[in-house]
T-cell receptor, first 113, second 113 residues
Framework: GNSVTQMEGPVTLSEEAFLTINCTYTATGYPSLFWYVQYPGEGLQLLLKATKADDKGSNKGFEATYRKETTSFHLEKGSVQVSDSAVYFCALSDRGGNNRLAFGKGNQVVVIP | KAGVTQTPRYLIKTRGQQVTLSCSPISGHRSVSWYQQTPGQGLQFLFEYFSETQRNKGNFPGRFSGRQFSNSRSEMNVSTLELGDSALYLC????????????FGNGTRLTVT
């Protein structure tokens, strides 16, 4: 079945540092890929998405490129802020016309001033 | 436009009891999905309803059930509660088309004692 793997453990970094969160996936066919973010005490919010190979999703300074050859969708941001502290989830959906998402375990990101 | 509303925010129940959680989607959204979030298993898909019909179902026992009303509001029921059912239950709505982004509520925190 479809699955998503995110790098283990929380990520702690200083303000203005470069952020990378790795995400790889296993899926049949051609899934759509998403990054969701969960701020403390809130529900998940869509951060960005890509629906086909080589697409680049971007939002709020975050970017991720759909790499079919490496089955990856790594999230990057060039200069993080304290307000980016949150949990980030990589997810995929198949193309069956449904809204069933498979999520990674998530990564807690803590940005220190 | 109002977001996805879940009630109640917190619930404490005893083993063996049953519980009903409610979700009001964004106006105009016809799809409602439910997810269980736990520290150990992460986010797991429970089921999706579209136009009052269950369109997808995850790998949860029959104790977990749901329904959707004609106004798209949805309820989720868990019978014969177990300690392992303690989790954050998230509801998400979308227009229902393939790959349309999910809009999540803030969740209901269920604690089973």
């Amino acid at each position: 079945g479809n699955s998503v793997t995110q790098m283990e453990g929380p990520v702690t970094l200083s303000e203005e540092a470069f952020l990378t969160i790795n995400c790889t996936y296993t899926a049949t066919g051609y899934p759509s890929l998403f990054w969701y973010v969960q701020y403390p005490g809130e529900g998940l919010q869509l951060l960005l998405k890509a629906t086909k190979a080589d697409d680049k999703g971007s939002n709020k300074g975050f970017e991720a490129t759909y790499r079919k050859e490496t089955t990856s969708f790594h999230l990057e941001k060039g200069s993080v802020q304290v307000s980016d502290s949150a949990v980030y989830f990589c997810a995929l959906s198949d193309r069956g016309g449904n809204n069933r998402l498979a999520f990674g375990k998530g990564n807690q990101v803590v940005v220190i001033p | 436009k109002a977001g996805v509303t879940q009630t109640p925010r917190y619930l404490i129940k005893t083993r063996g009891q049953q519980v009903t959680l409610s979700c009001s989607p964004i106006s105009g959204h016809r799809s409602v999905s439910w997810y269980q979030q736990t520290p150990g298993q992460g986010l797991q898909f429970l089921f999706e309803y579209f136009s009052e019909t269950q369109r997808n179902k995850g790998n949860f026992p029959g104790r977990f059930s749901g329904r959707q009303f004609s106004n798209s509001r949805s309820e989720m029921n868990v019978s014969t509660l177990e300690l392992g059912d303690s989790a954050l239950y998230l509801c998400a709505s979308s227009p229902g088309q393939a790959n349309s982004p999910l809009h999540f509520g803030n969740g209901t925190r269920l604690t089973v004692t």
